[in-house]
C-alpha cells in the first residue's frame, strides 16, 4: 500500500516537471504573420523561406542583426533586445522586453499576452503605419515622433510615459520599433511576392541580394529615411489672432460642409457621429472575415456531383484553406473593434495636446484611421481656426449640454 | 530529553530578540531605514515612529528575554519536583490588561495632533496640482495663472511632478481605472487614490532635491513600474519651469530638439 | 499484486496530466503552427546580403522583341445565376443618400440581364517591353460620387494620370485610397486632384468613411495597360506591343481565388489558377479572345 502511494507521488513529480519545465526557458522567436501568409495561401515550404530569409536579414529576438542599408543602429538594438539582464558594465538591457512586449508582443504584431484586453488593442508595428506624427499621412513618422510618443505617453490609450527613462533608453526603444516595422513591412511586401511570382520561379522567391535588398528591403528602409526630410511645413498661427473670432470661425468650419468635421465628431463634439468603421488594423481583420464568410458560403452551396477529380481536389483544397484560415484568425487576430471618432470635450488628446499636434492631425488627417487630411480643401489659416475652436470645446460654456459653468468632461467621474 | 537540548532550546529564543535588535541597529548604517524626511509634518511622523518603535521594542526585548528564562530555569531534564498547578491571578489579568489599554489610549491620544495635522487641517487654498493616477502612470494637471482647474490654461504633464519648496502644496488626488496609493517615501505621504473620489493631500517640502513617486498598491502587475518624480524647488525655479512647461505645451512650432524636452535621470 | 500496483499508479499520473496540462497550457486558442527557419541556409544567405557587391542593381525592363501595335478584346459572362443585389445599410445623410425612397444596392456582382456580361472585371498586362505613349496624359480622369455612391465601382487609371476626385453631393464626403497617401476630405460639390505616384498591383479599395457603405475599387499601372469589362462584360485593351508574349491578370471583387484573381478554365491561353492568362499579338492586330466564361464557383457569394 504504502509503495503504491510513493509510486502515484513520485508519477506526479515527474509529470509535474514535464509539464512546468525544469530546464532553460526556450529561446524567444519572431512569430509569422500568419494572417497573410494564409491570405496570401503560402505553402509551408514558402512560409519556411520567408522565415529563413528574414533570419537572415535580421536575426533573432535574443540577437538582432540589421544590413546596413535599413540605416538602423545595431548597437542600440542590442540594448533594447533579448532577455532583461544587465551587462558587464551594469547596464540594462532587454529594454523592450521589459516595457513593451507585455502589449506589443516580441515580434511587435500586438498579440503580447495583455493585448487582448486592451481598448484600444496596442499598435501592431507591422505594417509600417503610425497615426501620432509631424509627417504627411502616408510618411513614416520622424525618429522624434517616435521619441515624443514614448516620452508622453498615448492618453485615452493604455500607453504610458516612458519620460523618466534615461535619454539612450528612450533612443534605443525608438530604434528597436523602427527594426520590429522594418522587418514586419519587409515580411509583408516578401509574402506578397509570391503572389507575383512568375509561373517559371516555381513559388520560391529568388535569394538574391537584387531581389531581397535592393528591390524590398531598400524599398522599405529608404521610406524610413526619407521622413526626417519630410516634416509638414506649418506656417505660423498669425500672432495677433483675435481668440474669440477665431473659435468663432473654427466653429463655422467644424460644422461647415468644407471641413466636415461635424459628421464623425458629431453636433456635441462627443464623438458620436459616424462611429461604426474601423481603422486599418481591424478592417483587414473584418475583410477577411466577410471574404471567409463568402467563400465558405460559395464551397459549401456548390454541388461536388457534377466535379472532374481536378475540381473536386480543388474544391477540396479551398475548404482546407478556409478552415485553416479561420484557426488562424482565432489564434493571431484580436476580434475586431470599431474606432470611435475622439470625443473632443474630454480634453485628452491622444497624439498631444499642443496646437501644432492637432494641426498635424487636421492638415494630414490620422494614417491608419479615418480621420481624412483637411489639406488642400481646408487652407492653412483655416486650420488654425479649427485648432483653436477644438481647444475651446472641452471648456466651452454649452447650455446645450445641460452645464451652467466651464465643465470638463473628466471631472465628472 | 537531555539537558544540552534544553540549552539549545533556551538558547535559540535567546537569538530571536538579539537577532531583532542588532538588525535595526544596523539598518541604518546599510541604508535600508527611512529615507531623508523632506517635509515639514515628516518630524512628527518621524517622532511617532520611533516612539512605538522604542515602546514596542522595550516590551518585545523584555518578553523575549523572559521567554528565554523560562526556558532555561524550567528545563524539563533538570526539574526534578512536580509542577504546581495554579488557578489563576486576578491581580495579574487586571494588571496586564490595564497596562497594554492605558498605552494605546495614551497613543490614539498622543497622535491625534499628527493625524489631525496630515489628513484633517487641510490648507485653505485651491489645488495646487492634480494628480490622476491610471494603468500605469500618474497624470498631472497645474491649474495655470488663474489658480483654477478645469481652464484652458490648465498644464498637462505626466509623472514629473514639482513643487515649491516651503510653501503649502495640496494635491487632489484622482485615480481614472483603478485603486492605486500615491506615495511620496521623502514627503511621508501614502494616499490610495480611489476611483469616484477626489482626495486631497497637502505638504510643505522643506528641502530642494528630486525624490520618487511610487505606487504603494500591491495587487495588480503593473503598479511598481509606476515610477513618478517629485522636485523640489525654490519658488523662482518653480514659476520659471511652469511658464516653460506652458511655452511647450503651447506651442504651435515643432520645437527645434524634442530630446532635450524632459531632463531625465538614470 | 505488484502488477495491480502498477496498472492503479499509472493510472493516477494518467489524471494527473489530464487535470495539469489545460492549467500550464491555459486557455488561449491554441494557435496553428509553422515551420521555422533553416538556419544554416539563413546563414549562408546573410554572407550573400551583407556582402557589398550589388551586380547588376534592379531587374533590366523586358528587352524589346517585336514592333507595331495591336489591341487585345474579350467579354467576361457570368455562367451562373446572379442573386438579387443586397440593399446597402445607409443610415446617415439619408436626405441626400435615399433622396426620393432611393436604395442603395451592393454592385460587387453587376451582370447584365440579357447577355450575362459579368461588368466591373479588371484586366491588365503584368509586364511590358513597350509603351506607346510615353507619358500619361495630363487630361484629369474624373472620379465623382453622387448620393452616397462612387459612380464608378472599378476605376483604372494610369500612374502620373491626374484624378480629378470629386463630389457631386450637397453634403460632405472624404475618399479614402487604401495603401496610398490620398484620405482626403471633399467638400459639398467640390473636389480635388489627385495624381497617383505608384502601381497598385492588384485593385486597391477606396472608401468613404463618413458613409462606411460607400466602396469602390482603383488599379493604377505605369504603362496603362489596363481595362474594365463594361456591363455587357466586353473590354478593349489597344495599342498593347506587337510582337512578344504578353501575360495578362485579371482581377474580379468577388473572386474567390488568391487575391481577387479570377482563375477560368481556358487551356488555349494557358489561364493559370492566379487569374493570369498570356498572348502574343501581331502587329495592327485586333486580337478577340471571345466569350470568357466565369463559372458561378469563381465568385463568392
Redesign the interface.
Same mark, same amino acid.
Given at each position: 500500500m504504502h509503495?503504491?502511494t510513493s509510486?502515484?507521488f513520485a508519477?506526479?513529480i515527474?509529470?509535474?516537471a514535464s509539464?512546468?519545465g525544469c530546464g532553460k526557458t526556450p529561446p524567444a522567436?519572431f512569430?509569422?504573420n500568419?494572417v497573410e501568409?494564409?491570405k496570401?495561401?503560402l505553402t509551408?515550404?514558402q !512560409?519556411?523561406q520567408v522565415?529563413? %530569409?528574414?533570419?537572415?536579414?535580421f536575426g533573432t529576438p535574443d540577437e538582432p542583426?540589421c544590413?546596413p542599408e535599413t540605416g538602423l543602429d545595431e548597437a542600440k538594438l542590442r540594448l533594447a533586445a533579448g532577455p532583461v539582464r544587465s551587462d558587464i558594465v551594469g547596464r540594462k538591457n532587454g529594454l523592450y522586453r521589459e516595457?513593451c512586449a507585455h502589449c506589443h508582443g516580441i515580434t511587435g504584431d500586438a498579440l503580447g499576452p495583455t493585448a487582448a484586453f486592451l481598448n484600444p488593442y496596442p499598435r501592431d508595428y507591422r505594417p509600417g503605419v503610425f497615426k501620432f506624427k509631424?509627417t504627411?499621412?502616408?510618411?513614416k513618422p520622424t525618429h522624434?515622433d517616435l521619441?515624443?510618443v514614448l516620452?508622453?505617453?498615448i492618453?485615452g490609450t493604455?500607453m504610458?510615459?516612458f519620460?523618466?527613462?534615461?535619454?539612450a533608453q528612450?533612443?534605443a526603444l525608438a530604434e528597436y520599433v523602427k527594426y520590429l516595422s522594418i522587418r514586419g513591412e519587409t515580411e509583408l511586401a516578401l509574402m506578397?511576392a509570391y503572389?507575383?511570382l512568375?509561373?517559371e520561379a516555381q513559388g520560391k522567391l529568388p !535569394?538574391?541580394?537584387?531581389?531581397?535588398?535592393?528591390?524590398t528591403l531598400v524599398a522599405v528602409a529608404d521610406k524610413w529615411k526619407a521622413a526626417a526630410e519630410a !516634416?509638414i511645413q506649418?506656417p505660423?498661427?498669425p500672432a495677433d489672432i483675435d481668440l474669440v473670432a477665431s473659435i468663432a470661425k473654427g466653429k463655422e468650419l467644424f460644422y461647415g460642409?468644407?471641413?466636415?468635421c461635424v459628421?464623425?465628431h458629431g453636433v456635441t463634439g462627443l464623438g458620436d457621429g459616424?462611429a461604426?468603421?474601423y481603422d486599418?488594423w481591424n478592417k483587414v481583420i473584418v475583410?477577411i472575415g466577410k471574404?471567409l464568410a463568402?467563400?465558405a458560403?460559395?464551397?459549401r452551396?456548390?454541388s461536388t456531383a457534377g466535379m472532374s477529380p481536378d475540381e473536386l481536389s480543388?474544391?477540396r483544397a479551398?475548404l482546407a484553406w478556409l478552415e485553416?484560415f479561420g484557426?488562424?484568425l482565432?489564434?493571431?487576430a484580436l476580434e475586431p473593434r470599431t474606432i470611435p471618432p475622439r470625443n473632443l470635450r474630454h480634453g485628452i488628446y491622444r497624439g498631444g495636446?499642443?496646437? %501644432?499636434d492637432l494641426?498635424y492631425r487636421i492638415h494630414a488627417?490620422i494614417n491608419g484611421a479615418?480621420?481624412?487630411?483637411?489639406?488642400?480643401?481646408?487652407p492653412p489659416e483655416d486650420i488654425w481656426h479649427i485648432v483653436n475652436y477644438v481647444?475651446?470645446l472641452p471648456?466651452e460654456l454649452d447650455g446645450e449640454l445641460g452645464a451652467d459653468k466651464?465643465?470638463?468632461a473628466r471631472?465628472r467621474? | 530529553m537531555s539537558r544540552l537540548s534544553g540549552i539549545l532550546w533556551s538558547l535559540v529564543f535567546l537569538a530571536v530578540p538579539v537577532l531583532g535588535v542588532a538588525t535595526f541597529a544596523i539598518a541604518p548604517a546599510i541604508d535600508v531605514w527611512l529615507p531623508q524626511d523632506v517635509s515639514e509634518h515628516g518630524k512628527a511622523i518621524d517622532g511617532l515612529f520611533y516612539f512605538i518603535l522604542a515602546l514596542t521594542g522595550v516590551v518585545f526585548v523584555a518578553t523575549e528575554v523572559a521567554l528565554f528564562w523560562f526556558l532555561w530555569k524550567y528545563d524539563a531534564a533538570k526539574a526534578t519536583g512536580p509542577a504546581t498547578y495554579i488557578h489563576g491571578s486576578h491581580t495579574l489579568e487586571v494588571v496586564w490588561t490595564i497596562i497594554p489599554a492605558a498605552t494605546l489610549l495614551f497613543l490614539a491620544i498622543y497622535q491625534m495632533n499628527t493625524w489631525a495635522d496630515v489628513k484633517m487641517r487641510r490648507p485653505a487654498m485651491a489645488p495646487s496640482v492634480e494628480v490622476v493616477a491610471r494603468q500605469f502612470e500618474w497624470r498631472l494637471r497645474y491649474p495655470g495663472r488663474d489658480g483654477t482647474l478645469g481652464t484652458p490654461d490648465d498644464l498637462f504633464l505626466v509623472n514629473d511632478l514639482h513643487v515649491p519648496v516651503d510653501e503649502d502644496f495640496l494635491v487632489q488626488l484622482k485615480s481614472m481605472d483603478v485603486l492605486h496609493s500615491f506615495f511620496l517615501p521623502n514627503l511621508r505621504i501614502k494616499q490610495d487614490a480611489v476611483p469616484g473620489m477626489k482626495i486631497p493631500v497637502w505638504f510643505k517640502a522643506t528641502e530642494t532635491g528630486q525624490f520618487d513617486i511610487v505606487c504603494a498598491e500591491l495587487c495588480g502587475w503593473g503598479h511598481y513600474k509606476m515610477k513618478g518624480r517629485v522636485t523640489v524647488e525654490s519658488r523662482e525655479d518653480f514659476d520659471r519651469w511652469l511658464e516653460s512647461q506652458y511655452a511647450r505645451q503651447e506651442a504651435t512650432q515643432p520645437e527645434p530638439d524634442p530630446s532635450t524636452a524632459v531632463a531625465r535621470t538614470e | 499484486m505488484p502488477t495491480c500496483s502498477r496498472s492503479n499508479s499509472s493510472t493516477t499520473v494518467l489524471v494527473a496530466f489530464v487535470v495539469l496540462f489545460p492549467v500550464a497550457a491555459g486557455c488561449r486558442p491554441e494557435r496553428v503552427v509553422t515551420p521555422g527557419a533553416d538556419a544554416e541556409t539563413a546563414g549562408a544567405l546573410r554572407a550573400t546580403l551583407v556582402s557589398a557587391s550589388s551586380g547588376g542593381g534592379v531587374t533590366a525592363a523586358a528587352a524589346a522583341t517585336g514592333t507595331g501595335w495591336a489591341t487585345l478584346k474579350g467579354r467576361f459572362v457570368f455562367a451562373g445565376t446572379p442573386g438579387a443585389p443586397k440593399p446597402l445599410v445607409a443610415d446617415k445623410d439619408t436626405e441626400v443618400c435615399s433622396k426620393g425612397g432611393m436604395k442603395l444596392l451592393d454592385r460587387s456582382l453587376l451582370v447584365d440581364p440579357s447577355s450575362k456580361g459579368l461588368a466591373n472585371v479588371v484586366v491588365f498586362a503584368r509586364k511590358t517591353s513597350r509603351v506607346k505613349e510615353a507619358s500619361p496624359p495630363s487630361t484629369p480622369l474624373l472620379f465623382d460620387q453622387k448620393q452616397c455612391e462612387f459612380l464608378a465601382p472599378v476605376f483604372a487609371a494610369r500612374v502620373g494620370q491626374p484624378i480629378d476626385v470629386k463630389n457631386s453631393d450637397p453634403i460632405g464626403h472624404n475618399t479614402n485610397i487604401a495603401g496610398s497617401d490620398f484620405n482626403q476630405l471633399i467638400p459639398a460639390g467640390g473636389d480635388t486632384i489627385y495624381v497617383p505616384k505608384a502601381e497598385t498591383g492588384m485593385p486597391t479599395m477606396v472608401t468613404c468613411n463618413v458613409h462606411p457603405w460607400m466602396k469602390a475599387y482603383m488599379v493604377f499601372r505605369k504603362d496603362g495597360y489596363v481595362a474594365v469589362s463594361a456591363a455587357d462584360g466586353s473590354f478593349t485593351i489597344p495599342d498593347l506591343p506587337a510582337g512578344e508574349p504578353l501575360e495578362f491578370q485579371v482581377w474580379h471583387e468577388r473572386s474567390t481565388g488568391p487575391n481577387g484573381a479570377v482563375g477560368i478554365d481556358k487551356p488555349d491561353l494557358k489561364w493559370t489558377p492566379k487569374g493570369r492568362f498570356q498572348v502574343t499579338l501581331q502587329p495592327d492586330e485586333v486580337k478577340d479572345i471571345g466569350t470568357l466564361d466565369v463559372p458561378a464557383s469563381a465568385i463568392g457569394t
Open positions: 509503495r503504491r509510486l502515484a508519477g506526479l515527474v509529470c509535474l509539464v512546468t522567436f512569430r509569422p500568419m501568409a494564409t496570401q495561401r509551408p515550404d !512560409e519556411k522565415a529563413t %530569409i528574414l533570419l537572415a536579414m542583426t544590413l516595457h509631424s504627411e499621412r502616408a510618411d522624434a521619441v515624443r516620452h508622453n505617453g492618453p493604455s504610458p510615459s519620460a523618466l527613462l534615461p535619454a528612450v533612443e506578397r503572389f507575383e512568375d509561373d !535569394e538574391t541580394r537584387e531581389f531581397l535588398v535592393d528591390e !516634416e506649418v505660423p498661427m460642409d468644407k471641413a466636415n459628421k464623425c459616424q461604426n468603421d486599418d475583410e471574404e463568402s467563400g458560403a460559395s464551397a452551396g456548390s480543388e474544391h479551398q485553416k484557426k488562424v482565432d489564434g493571431d495636446r499642443r496646437p %501644432i494641426y488627417g479615418p480621420m481624412p487630411a483637411a489639406k488642400g480643401t481646408v481647444r475651446s471648456y466651464p465643465m470638463l471631472d467621474f | - | -
